[in-house]
Nanobody, 115 residues
């Protein structure tokens, strides 16, 4: 049974930073692409960042390029999202996803950025 557990969300002022973590179990972590998505109230879930199984390639939504960094530790079965220079429009529930076509999802962690 695949489990993805996000943590690290919270309330932060604009310009601040947060680091999200997603701990995975029940899958061969080092063989799976991992991704972060977010969903703001009343909006559809949107892609934020993705990292290949080995971590050699990363991809970002234009809205977060230069501010967010996705990374992974295959020894710890964990993927991270370092978020800097946060803006109010970054507010939402952040989800991690694993596998082909983002087959597996976590429950999400709330990020709130105040202006």
């Amino acid at each position: 049974q695949v489990q993805l557990v996000e943590s690290g969300g919270g309330l932060v002022q604009a310009g601040g930073s947060l680091r999200l973590s997603c701990a995975a179990s029940g899958l061969t972590f080092s063989r799976n692409t991992m991704a972060w998505f977010r969903q703001a109230p009343g909006e559809e879930r949107q892609f934020v960042a993705r990292i290949t199984p080995s971590g050699d390639r990363t991809y970002y939504a234009d809205s977060v390029k230069g501010r967010f960094t996705i990374a992974r530790d295959n020894a710890k079965n964990t993927v991270y999202l370092q978020m800097n220079s946060l803006k109010p429009e970054d507010t939402g529930v952040y989800y991690c996803a694993a596998g082909m076509l983002d087959r597996y999802w976590g429950q999400g962690t709330q990020v709130t950025v105040s202006s």
